[in-house]
């Protein structure tokens, strides 16, 4: 019924915090330049360097500064309620539990910046 969907939708969530999973089936088949990765909290804090980051990776001109600004303000609608903080321990139960997928996902890139991926503050 309605109450246990919301608990799988929910448990869901988890499992797709596993990166690695995913990625290392998409690159058994595409090679590794074909996937730009970004940080989303590069993206929040810096819109206008990580557009340029994807219009760069699919070989299209990239817009002016003016462009990219405009783009950055039409993202996510900004209406909702703001979240509550998550509580310290609850942050702390969580990069627990995600650590073994987090050191599999900077293996399988080779890329040691996803270390910090899930730190709050998020680190530059």
Same mark, same amino acid.
Request: without cysteine.
């Given at each position: ?27 058994? &088949?595409? #090679? %590794?330049?074909?996937? =730009? ?14 557009? *340029? ?15 990219l600004q405009a783009i950055a303000k039409a993202g996510p609608?900004?209406? &909702?309620? #703001? %979240?509550?903080?998550? =509580? ?14 987090? *050191? ?21």
């Amino acid at each position: 019924g309605p109450a246990e969907e919301q608990v799988f939708f929910h448990a869901d969530q988890f499992q797709r915090g596993m990166y690695a999973i995913f990625l290392e089936v998409w690159l058994r &088949h595409f #090679p %590794r330049d074909s996937f =730009l990765l970004l940080h989303a909290e590069r993206y929040f804090s810096d819109p206008g360097t990580t557009m *340029k980051q994807v219009f760069s990776f699919l070989g299209m001109p990239v817009p002016d500064a003016e462009v990219l600004q405009a783009i950055a303000k039409a993202g996510p609608a900004k209406h &909702h309620k #703001p %979240r509550p903080l998550m =509580l310290p321990e609850a942050r702390q139960i969580l990069l627990e539990f995600y650590q073994p997928w987090t *050191k599999e996902l900077v293996e399988l890139l080779g890329d040691p910046s996803w270390r910090d991926h899930n730190t709050y503050p998020p680190k530059a």
